[in-house]
């Protein structure tokens, strides 16, 4: 189980908030981020104190004193306008390369934790809501840090030292700024985050359902058109794009009212501040140079402040993303992991024993498994046919614990298999599945995906046992042709015999392949077939199909009935 999914487990008994629960996740990283913060902070304090010495000096210089009195302001002006940008460019590095990592860290996480959901626990998530999720959710873990955490902090210290400072010269000013301040720095983002509320779910709603319209229509093009059926499919596309096109417009429209008030207690804290300032002057209890301070920083202390707005509306929609993730954290795996796994041996070939197997997709509905019997003997290879729902794919997903069982008994190297790691059962028992994919990269890529430490005479042994090395030493680049999304570049047999090679190249003690055939001509099928059993001899094998013909070479051929 990932560190995710545990620290979801005891949630159930008491969640805490979505947003907590991410931001603890991302606290690991506090090291490099502690001194993004610092440093936006020290930017930010850095700009006000360059505009209050300033002023400071400008008016203390029109009163012409000795330069050695203003030495120090003149110093201070110089620094503070070079420390303001090397403080700005110390922001931006660490703060990106803090939040990178640790989004990076968290996207790990957040697939480990998908993982035990695949493939049984997944389909109430559409493919492209689970991108989304993966990809626009995580991504929210940077707003979070940048957007949010930092704006936030710089702030904060930009609007106390203010207060304080004005508070020290002029305590009446003080209170009036620090009033103000408070509300355009509390007030305005939390109605804000109010308002964005509602506007961030339908927005994440929305993104993900578009992200789930384009791949559906991405991978049903030819369906599509084929009935008739693109038109209706781009409209629905377009409705999608046009309400975020519309939730975009109100977020924006409420950051730019927001901004606006904003800028409103910005004039009337200078107007305010200065008022206050000017009767405090006249009546002889503060300086001239003091009163140039006082207004300035009434001024300049808004300007921290101005991001806030956007940081509420982001925060709105991080708050949606930690929800969605939350709940993918919090779907049970369908298979549990048993509390102290047992090891598998290593040594191969290993046998596999089923007894009295019983598994149902749903607890109430029928079994699609019921008192199956099979022995795969370590070695040889053996066929299991059966006609279309007689749950051939079924026993696949419980050989590989993509499925519980809830009666009998599978044993593989004399282990029960629900007292082994789900890791390591598919390390021992894997190959080619039937929604096997191939990845829109090159020829190696795709094998190394089983085996990424192979060597060049690994890969061409494997695409030799599967009849594909021939063709592959044909094509002008090799091994580095690429092929496509899904393999949409090659035959169908040669996409069989890619993902035939890549499992031969895999290794495991136990290969399983299910419907290799899957979609081929009957030519076509029975040459595959041919192959597979020719690369498969020594091997202990479970092949998986609905083809009668071709499998003369089997050592072995059962049949799955009712």
Same mark, same amino acid.
């Given at each position: ?5 545990? =620290? *979801? ?10 947003? $907590? ?17 610092? /440093? ?20 203390? @210089? ?13 110093? /201070? ?28 860290? $968290?996207? #790990?996480?957040?697939?480990? &934790? ?90 994440? /709603? ?73 009767? &405090?002057? =006249? ?11 006082? *207004? ?13 707005? =956007?940081? *509420? ?5 991080v708050r949606s993303s930690a929800r969605r993730l939350a709940d993918l954290f919090d779907t049970p795996p369908p298979v549990a992991e048993p509390p102290s796994a047992v090891p ?10 089923? #007894? ?40 696949? *997903? ?40 191939? $990845?829109?990269?090159?020829?190696? =890529? ?59 190249? @895999? ?56």
């Open positions: 189980m990932s560190a995710l999914a545990e =620290a *979801a487990a005891p949630a159930r008994v008491r969640a805490p908030r979505p947003t $907590f629960r991410l931001l603890r996740h991302l606290l690991p990283h506090w090291r490099r981020l502690l001194p993004a913060a610092l /440093a936006a902070a020290g930017s930010e304090l850095a700009a006000a104190a360059l505009m209050a010495t300033a002023a400071w000096l400008i008016t203390r @210089a029109a009163e012409q004193p000795p330069l050695a009195s203003v030495s120090l302001a003149i110093v /201070a002006v110089r620094a503070l306008a070079l420390g303001r940008g090397a403080l700005r460019y110390a922001d931006r590095l660490l703060g990106h390369d803090g939040v990178l990592r640790a989004v990076a860290g $968290f996207r #790990t996480r957040v697939y480990e &934790a998908l993982v035990p959901l695949a493939p049984a626990g997944t389909p109430a998530y559409r493919s492209g809501d689970l991108l989304t999720r993966l990809v626009d959710d995580v991504d929210a873990a940077q707003d979070l840090l940048l957007r949010v955490l930092i704006p936030v902090a710089a702030a904060a210290a930009v609007a106390l030292a203010a207060t304080a400072t004005a508070t020290v010269l002029l305590p009446s000013a003080g209170v009036l700024l620090g009033l103000l301040l408070a509300m355009a720095g509390l007030l305005v983002p939390a109605l804000v985050l109010v308002l964005s509320r509602r506007a961030g779910r339908a927005e994440k /709603a929305a993104r993900a359902e578009l992200a789930a319209l384009a791949v559906d229509v991405t991978r049903g093009a030819a369906d599509l058109a084929a009935y008739g059926a693109r038109g209706r499919a781009h409209e629905r596309v377009r409705d999608a794009s046009a309400r975020i096109a519309a939730l975009e417009r109100h977020k924006a429209l409420t950051v730019s009212l927001a901004s606006g008030v904003v800028l409103l207690l910005q004039g009337g804290a200078s107007v305010g501040v200065t008022w206050v300032a000017l009767g &405090a002057h =006249a009546a002889g209890t503060l300086p001239a140079v003091q009163l140039t301070v006082v *207004a300035v920083l009434a001024l300049v202390s808004f300007e921290a402040l101005t991001p806030l707005p =956007a940081a *509420a509306r982001r925060l709105a929609g598998i041996p290593v040594g191969k070939p290993l046998g596999v024993d089923i #007894t009295g197997l019983r598994v149902r997709h749903r607890p109430e509905g029928p079994p699609a498994l019921d008192g199956v019997n099979l022995r795969l003997e370590p070695g040889r290879r053996t066929v299991l046919l059966g006609a279309s729902g007689s749950g051939k794919s079924t026993l696949i *997903a419980a050989l590989m614990r993509f499925v519980p069982y809830e009666a009998g008994s599978i044993r593989v190297g004399g282990r029960e298999l629900r007292d082994c790691a789900g890791h390591d059962v598919r390390r021992a028992i894997t190959g080619m599945t039937q929604d096997a994919h191939v $990845f829109h990269t090159t020829i190696r =890529a795709n094998l190394l995906l089983a085996r990424p430490g192979a060597t060049d005479a690994e890969l061409r042994e494997a695409a030799r046992r599967a009849r594909l090395l021939d063709w592959i030493e044909s094509l002008p680049s090799h091994w580095d042709t690429p092929v496509g999304g899904d393999g949409s570049t090659l035959s169908g047999g040669q996409r069989q015999r890619l993902l035939l090679a890549r499992a031969l190249l @895999a290794d495991p003690p136990v290969l399983v392949l299910d419907e290799p055939t899957e979609g081929l001509d009957p030519d076509t099928s029975a040459a595959v077939l041919a192959d597979i059993l020719d690369a498969t001899r020594g091997r202990t094998t479970l092949m998986v199909t609905h083809e009668q013909a071709g499998l003369a070479a089997a050592d072995r051929i059962v049949i799955l009935d009712s």
